[in-house]
């Protein structure tokens, strides 16, 4: 029944454009289609397998209210390029206001939302992902926690003053988690989190800073091994054909007899340039936080080549420890695949 749910709303609002063209400034289809072969090896097992990486189908508008204000909104949707099935679960769906003020957007917010998410707007402006945040080589959230999708959220997003941009995002988080009667977690309300970041080089310039903060609140007050709260810092320079940059993460959780009160991620990387082509490469530490003495370590290094502005051939190679204290533990993946933007 997804298959088909997914299908019928991709149908109609196709179908809506063009009765919705009139009565907006502009309406976008757009999306992503991306499909690699994986070769996989975890441990001692094999794999080969392909792999549909973050493919996607939108709609976004802008609507003209006057004054400098507009009124925007967005519908992103999962795509598995590799089945040819939809998900019903939308990557993000906002409405929001735009001007000189900034832009607010309520929702479910992305990187693809005008105000995006604060803490995963300063990875993705200060640092290059080694082909995209997906698949094999994704890192936002198994590795920098970097709130990358938020739903029942509140976004703002300053407008750039002196190369400076200011992020805010609020989000109730309780809708989804397994309530009890005797649980304190019984509303959408009950799980709060909160992000605020402030990012330098948004406008113009070689350099790139930017510091952020967030927050999670639970009424009955965090469980062992929840994240309390967390900060982020990065920095990156532009050498021109060269850009390098480096993050710090640190996420403070309430320890457990075992596991840690805080979880440290320390990520450097580089691309460079090359005409047609791009070659990037990230390596990245994180304490394990249910292991005191360990430690994740990850290495990656990607090409990208473009056929054309909207195509991309790329070839990937990424290297994981999970737990530097565990043998045999080992995933290594190989791919190539071919990416079209649309």
Request: aromatic residues 10%; contains cysteine.
């Amino acid at each position: 029944m997804k298959r088909y749910s997914a299908c019928a709303f991709a149908i109609a609002a196709g179908a809506a454009v063009p009765m919705t063209v009139a009565a907006q400034s502009s309406v976008t289809i757009y999306g992503r289609m991306d499909t690699s072969i994986d070769f996989v090896k975890a441990g001692p097992t094999s794999s080969k397998q392909m792999t549909s990486n973050a493919s996607r189908l939108g709609f976004r508008g802008v609507e003209d209210l006057g004054d400098g204000l507009k009124a925007q909104f967005g519908l992103e949707m999962s795509v598995s390029s590799d089945t040819g099935l939809a998900s019903t679960a939308l990557r993000n769906s906002y409405v929001g206001l735009a001007g000189g003020f900034g832009a607010v957007a309520v929702g479910r917010l992305d990187s693809a939302a005008p105000t995006r998410t604060p803490l995963y707007a300063l990875v993705t402006r200060h640092t290059e992902f080694v082909i995209h945040d997906a698949g094999a080589t994704a890192v936002g959230t198994s590795i920098l926690n970097a709130r990358t999708r938020e739903s029942n959220a509140i976004g703002y997003a300053s407008p750039i003053v002196n190369n400076f941009v200011f992020r805010a995002g609020y989000y109730l988080n309780g809708d989804g988690i397994t309530e009890a009667a005797n649980s304190p977690v019984r509303f959408e309300s009950d799980y709060k989190q909160a992000d605020v970041s402030l990012s330098y080089g948004e406008g113009s310039g070689p350099l790139g800073l930017g510091m952020g903060y967030g927050q999670n609140k639970k009424r009955g007050g965090p469980l062992v091994n929840d994240v309390k709260d967390k900060w982020m810092a990065v920095a990156s320079y532009d050498f021109g054909a060269i850009r390098a940059w480096v993050l710090f993460n640190r996420d403070n959780t309430q320890a457990g007899p075992t596991s840690r009160s805080k979880t440290d991620v320390h990520y450097i990387g580089a691309s460079w340039d090359l005409g047609n082509g791009k070659l990037v490469g990230n390596y990245m530490t994180k304490d394990v936080q249910t292991n005191r003495d360990a430690k994740l370590k990850r290495f990656q290094l990607g090409y990208l080549y473009s056929l054309s502005k909207r195509t991309n051939l790329y070839a990937f190679f990424d290297r994981s420890d999970p737990n530097n204290r565990v043998a045999n533990d080992l995933v290594r993946a190989v791919g190539a695949g071919v990416q079209h933007n649309f």
